[in-house]
T-cell receptor
Framework: NAGVTQTPKFRVLKTGQSMTLLCAQD?????MYWYRQDPGMGLRLIHY???????AKGEVPDGYNVSRLKKQNFLLGLESAAPSQTSVYFC????????????FGQGTRLTVV | KNQVEQSPQSLIILEGKNCTLQ??????????LRWYKQDTGRGPVSLTI?????NTKSNGRYTATLDADTKQSSLHITASQLSDSASYIC???????????FGPGTRLSVLP
């Protein structure tokens, strides 16, 4: 019963480096989300997916790309990291968009120096 | 603009006491309102989900209320425990489903 698992949990990048964050869920959920959480602010949606092979932009998509090649995995990519992308990233998944519970991963703390 | 505001920003109470956290929102059209608990270094965990027609919902010592007319919600914690120390986040979902608007959270500290 892993739920939603994020990899890695911590990472330090230099400006301009690239990396991929992996989110895996074992609940057969259709919907998956990537959020960032910054101090004093609510979680903000980066990208989301409503099913395998689909992705859509959220509130703050610039500088990020995503892919959902398999239903259970949702990847978040940073092609050229910037200090403004220093944040805690959370992945979530749910059965439907509206009225079912969303389950969150434990987060990835990313620092860009 | 869709917004969720929470108050207070932080709160300190003694173990065993009750407290109430507030949430005001401007999200429209409204689908449901959720309260999440987020422990330090962890992801948010759902406490309650309330739709337009629900006025109150309980989950153990947590009771959430919703007034859809005034667009206000509260989370009442009864007989607080040290493990209640966490951030409590109010989230409002619009009627289209994709838009989860998160409040900034209330940081609760329960002291012995």
């Amino acid at each position: 019963n892993a739920g939603v698992t994020q990899t890695p949990k911590f990472r330090v990048l230099k400006t301009g480096q690239s990396m991929t964050l992996l989110c895996a869920q074992d609940m057969n959920h259709e919907y998956m989300y990537w959020y960032r959480q910054d101090p004093g602010m609510g979680l903000r949606l980066i990208h989301y997916s409503v099913g395998e092979g689909t992705t859509a932009k959220g509130e703050v998509p610039d500088g990020y790309n995503v892919s959902r090649l398999k239903k259970q995995n949702f990847l978040l990519g940073l092609e050229s990291a910037a200090p403004s992308q220093t944040s805690v990233y959370f992945c979530a998944s749910s059965w439907t968009a509206m009225d079912t519970e969303a389950f969150f991963g434990q987060g990835t703390r990313l620092t860009v120096v | 603009k869709n917004q969720v505001e929470q108050s207070p920003q932080s709160l300190i109470i003694l173990e065993g006491k009750n407290c109430t956290l507030q949430c005001n929102y401007t999200v429209s059209p409204f689908s449901n309102l959720r309260w999440y608990k987020q422990d330090t270094g962890r992801g948010p965990v759902s406490l309650t989900i309330m739709t337009f027609s629900e006025n109150t919902k309980s989950n153990g010592r947590y009771t959430a209320t919703l007034d859809a007319d005034t667009k206000q919600s509260s989370l009442h914690i009864t007989a607080s425990q040290l493990s209640d120390s966490a951030s409590y986040i109010c989230v409002v979902v619009d009627n289209y489903g994709q838009n989860f608007v998160f409040g900034p959270g209330t940081r609760l500290s329960v002291l012995p």
